[in-house]
């Protein structure tokens, strides 16, 4: 009668070679299907933001750079950036001529260089961080939240507001808003966490073009 003497250590020996090929050839694919889900996913969400912010403008009448909803898109009173991830904001790096704000707190600050308000705070709340309590964005009469030809805001915009897939905050220049001619991202920093798209200090004179491998929507 045959003895059962289980494997050799050569059967071993293939065995693990066997699957170390395996595992070599079919890692590069799965990391690759993993970055591009990662990429694809900011295209979403960057896309996302940009149709809350229109939508939030249709409704309420104003887009959300204002500290008081009563004064002009022109107003001094205004911020320059949102960024996204609330409390846990991490805002990514940029390159020295790509002037993006940058910083490991929200500003409630106004008419300064570079003043970020949050995402969840406009788009979800309706409500400016650098204003009183009760200074909200208008909001839609009582009894005509169904009616849609009623101007204000009636509840959050977007539906979350995350970090990139890389851990980062998504960042949109907000002050041109409005005018003409002057670009508007929403932008992550891509898997480098590094900003590349030029703009100015204050949110203006945005590039016309994605740069590096920052993944963005531009709004206007």
């Known amino acids: ?38 990429v694809a996913r900011a295209q979403s969400d960057v896309q996302a933001v940009a149709q809350g912010i229109m939508k939030f403008k249709s409704e309420v009448g104003v887009f959300p750079r204002l500290v008081f909803a009563t004064s002009p898109d022109s107003t001094g009173a205004a911020f320059d950036y949102l960024g996204s991830g609330g409390a846990n904001a991490n805002f990514p790096t940029r390159e020295t001529d790509a002037k993006w704000a940058a910083g490991d707190v929200f500003t409630a600050e106004v ?48 539906s979350s507001d995350p970090l990139d897939p890389w851990g980062n905050s998504y960042m949109v220049n907000v002050a041109p808003l409005g005018r ?14 590094l900003l590349q798209t030029t703009v100015s200090d204050s949110g203006y004179f945005a590039a016309d073009n994605l740069e590096g491998d920052d993944i963005g929507f531009r709004i206007q």
Not at 131 to 137: C, E, M, N, T
Request: aromatic share 4%; hydrophobic share 45%; charged share 15%.
């Open 180 to 193: 003409p001619g002057q670009p508007v991202w929403v932008i992550s920093a891509g898997p480098n966490g």
């Open 111 to 158: 008419n300064t260089t570079g003043s970020i308000e949050d995402i969840t705070s406009h788009l979800i709340f309706g409500v400016s961080r650098a204003a009183s309590a009760d200074s909200l964005y208008p909001r839609v009469p009582a009894g005509k939240e169904d009616d849609p030809t009623a101007v204000g805001f009636r509840s959050g915009v977007i």
């Open 1 to 38: 009668m045959r003895s059962n003497k289980g494997f050799t250590l050569i059967e071993i020996i293939v065995a693990v070679a066997l699957v170390a090929i395996l595992s070599a050839a079919i890692a590069p694919s799965v990391l690759n299907n993993i970055a591009q889900g990662r």
